[in-house]
């Protein structure tokens, strides 16, 4: 399956912002450690707008795949960024191209599921840059009943950055099954195209053919985990005869001296003497 992913861009600076409040360090910091698609996915949103229907035009345009922070120069200044990137819908990379909603302006929850910590809860695109409507933009975590944005945060305590203008690059990669996976396509659909003269017959083979498939389609995953498993378990068998050898050597050499030393033996001209 032929997919895309962008190019790293700046989504926050930490630092003072249009509205007089302040992107905390920790936060871009607590943001890019604790980013898990696992844990969280955050999805990319047109102007914050969330909406249950999937055919709306704020409906979900992708998702973002990892966060990372960078020291940037600003004005002179050394800076902690937070770069963000993502995976477009089809409908994002038109939009894109058609040079619309050319700023993002990310979600940031200060104290995500009562962690303490910050997180990513979601990426905007909009059209209004960070100098307009600063209301609005630039960490707008304001008052319930003074943010114009109020119905559109994800939480009490999450907060939009100020809306950056970005240049967005998409490349295009292709996730390829495993083999096990690709065997099991394959005899799925060589199943599906044969035709049997004894049905019966047939379906017993279909379904032997098909377990064997399913049982394999795994296996190289399995096989690189004992792989692993494996090569740690030789490193320690061979740490262990290492060991038993040096330990064998020093109790060779080692007098034991609850052992009786043998007397030299005494008498006798050193001389042969034989019996004619």
Request: proline content about 4%.
């Amino acid at each position: 399956m032929k997919k895309f992913r962008s190019n790293w861009f700046r989504v926050a600076v930490e630092g003072a912002t249009s509205d007089k409040r302040h992107i905390k360090r920790a936060w871009l910091e607590q943001a890019a450690k604790n980013f898990s698609t696992s844990t969280y996915g955050a999805r990319i949103w047109l102007e914050h707008y969330r909406s249950v229907l999937p055919d709306s035009p704020f409906k979900a345009y992708g998702d973002v795949l990892a966060v990372k922070t960078e020291e940037v120069d600003i004005g002179g200044q050394k800076k902690l960024a937070l770069f963000a990137q993502v995976e477009p819908t089809p409908e994002l990379i038109a939009i894109n191209k058609a040079k619309q909603k050319i700023y993002t302006s990310v979600e940031i929850d200060e104290s995500f599921a009562d962690t303490g910590e910050a997180y990513i809860v979601g990426l905007a695109v909009t059209d209004s840059p960070a100098s307009l409507g600063t209301d609005v933009l630039a960490f707008s975590a304001q008052k319930p009943d003074v943010s114009p944005f109020k119905d559109r945060h994800y939480s009490a305590t999450s907060m939009f950055t100020e809306a950056v203008e970005i240049e967005l690059t998409f490349e295009e990669f292709e996730e390829k099954p495993s083999i096990g996976a690709q065997l099991f396509n394959k005899v799925q659909n060589l199943l599906k195209g044969k035709q049997a003269k004894d049905e019966s017959e047939f379906s017993q083979i279909s379904n032997a053919v098909e377990a064997v498939a399913e049982h394999v389609k795994d296996l190289p995953d399995q096989l690189a985990a004992e792989k692993k498993f494996s090569t740690g378990l030789k490193s320690q068998l061979d740490q262990l005869s290492k060991d038993f050898t040096e330990l064998k050597t020093k109790l060779t050499n080692t007098q034991d001296h609850n052992q009786k030393t043998r007397p030299p033996i005494t008498g006798g001209d050193h001389s042969v003497v034989t019996d004619c």
